[in-house]
C-alpha cells in the first residue's frame, strides 16, 4: 500500500474522491428534496384549518426549513464537485463547518443551562397545548410522546389547564380533564376509555397515580435518554457523523483542486501568466468539464523552426528594412558595382521598394 503523500497524486484517487462526494451530495439533496415535499405537502393540507399562533411550532415549517437547507447545501455540493468548482466547494465546505459548529454549540449550552433549556422547552408545550385540537400535527405528535413515554403535558399533567377544553370552568365533558393518551394503560389492547382522564386537574398527583401518567414530558424524555445513553449517543453520531464526512470529502477534493491549480500540467493552471490560450492547447482527454488530469500536461510542445536557405534569410532581412528612394537605390549600385557585388542584392532590393 503506498503512503497518503504518493497516493493522492494519482488519478485513480483523484476520482474516487470526486465521486465519492458526489454520490454523497446527490443523495443528500434527494433526501432534502423529499423532506421538502413531505413539509409543503403538510403544510398546504395545516392551512385549511390554521389557528396555531406560533408558526414555528408547526412541524410542517420545520420539515420545510429542513428540506430547504438540506437541498441548497446538497446541490451546492454535487454541482462544486461536479464542475470541480473550487469556489461551490469551498462554500459548500463553510456552510457544513458551520451547521455542525452550530449543533454542537446548542448541545453543549442545552447541557450546561438545563433548567433555561427546559423552561424554554416548557413555554413551547404549553403554546402548543392552547391549539391541541386545532393543529392535527402537532396533536399527533404530543399524542405519540405521550403514549411512547408514558407521560403527560411538558412539565406535569396540570399543564393542559390552558387549554378551552379543558379549562376547569368549562363546561364540556372534557372539562378540567386530561387526554385520553394520558391514561395508563393495564392491558395491551384495552378499549380505550376517552374520559379516562375526566377531572384528573382538580385532583391531587397521589390519588391519580394510578389513573394517569402524572409526569411531564420533558423529565420523560430526559430520564429516558440518560436510561439509554447508547442509544442517544448513536443518535448524535447518526446527525454529526454524516456531516462530519461531507466536511472531510470536500476538504480533501478542495485541497486536490487547489495543488492542481497550482500545477502547470494540468488544464486548470494559470493561463493569463503564462500568456497561453485554450486554442493552443491539446485537450485531448480532458473530459466534458476540460478538468480532467493528464499525465505529461496539455501545455503545447513548441514547433522547432525549420532550417532556412542562406537567400530566403537574406531576403527576410531585406523586407524588415525600410523602403529606399531611387536616388539611394542608385547610389547603392554605383558603390556595389565598384566592391564587384553581385546584382541579385540589387535586384531584390528594387522588387521590395
Known amino acids: 500500500m503506498p503512503p497518503y503523500s504518493e497516493l493522492r497524486k494519482s488519478n485513480h484517487f483523484y476520482y474516487f474522491i470526486k465521486f465519492t462526494l458526489n454520490v454523497y451530495s446527490m443523495l443528500f439533496s434527494l433526501v432534502g428534496l423529499c ?23 408547526a412541524p410542517a415549517v420545520v420539515l420545510i426549513l429542513l428540506g430547504l437547507v438540506m437541498f441548497t447545501v446538497s ?5 462544486g464537485s461536479l464542475r470541480d ?27 450546561i443551562f438545563e433548567k433555561k433549556t427546559s423552561s424554554l422547552f416548557q413555554s413551547s408545550i404549553r403554546e402548543g397545548i392552547k391549539h391541541y385540537y386545532d393543529d392535527l400535527d402537532f396533536k399527533n405528535i404530543l399524542d405519540y410522546v405521550q403514549e411512547k413515554f408514558s407521560c403527560c ?32 394503560r393495564r392491558e395491551v389492547g384495552e378499549v380505550i376509555n376517552t374520559l379516562c382522564g375526566s377531572k384528573a386537574l382538580d385532583r391531587q398527583r397521589e390519588s391519580l397515580q394510578e389513573e394517569i401518567h402524572v409526569r411531564g414530558c420533558i423529565h420523560a424524555v430526559n430520564l429516558w435518554m440518560s436510561d439509554n445513553i447508547g442509544v442517544t449517543v448513536g443518535l448524535c453520531c447518526a446527525i454529526g457523523l454524516p456531516q462530519l464526512l461531507g466536511i472531510i470529502l470536500s476538504c480533501v477534493f478542495w485541497n486536490l483542486l487547489v495543488e492542481m491549480s497550482e500545477s502547470v500540467d494540468m488544464v486548470d493552471f494559470k493561463l493569463k501568466k503564462l500568456e497561453f490560450k485554450y486554442s493552443e492547447l491539446d485537450l485531448a482527454g480532458a473530459g466534458w468539464c476540460m478538468c480532467l488530469p493528464r499525465d505529461g500536461g496539455y501545455l503545447p510542445v513548441p514547433a522547432s523552426e525549420p532550417e532556412l536557405d542562406p537567400i530566403d534569410i537574406h531576403l527576410q532581412k531585406l523586407k524588415k528594412q525600410p523602403p529606399r528612394t531611387h536616388a539611394q ?21 528594387y522588387h521590395h521598394a
Open 35 to 57: 423532506v421538502l415535499c413531505v413539509g409543503v405537502y403538510a403544510e398546504v393540507e395545516r392551512q385549511k384549518n390554521r389557528t396555531l399562533e406560533g408558526l414555528f411550532l
Open 75 to 79: 446541490l451546492v455540493g454535487m454541482v
Open 85 to 111: 468548482n473550487k469556489t461551490l466547494l469551498h462554500m459548500f465546505l463553510c456552510v457544513l463547518c458551520v451547521l455542525l459548529l452550530l449543533q454542537a454549540i446548542a448541545l453543549i449550552i442545552a447541557l
Open 153 to 184: 403535558g411538558g412539565d406535569e399533567y396540570k399543564d393542559w389547564g390552558v387549554n378551552q377544553y379543558h379549562f376547569c370552568n368549562g363546561t364540556g365533558p372534557l372539562a378540567c380533564g386530561v387526554p385520553y393518551t394520558c391514561c395508563i
Open 329 to 349: 537605390l542608385r547610389e547603392l549600385q554605383q558603390s556595389r558595382s565598384a566592391s564587384g557585388l553581385d546584382e541579385v542584392d540589387v535586384a531584390a532590393a
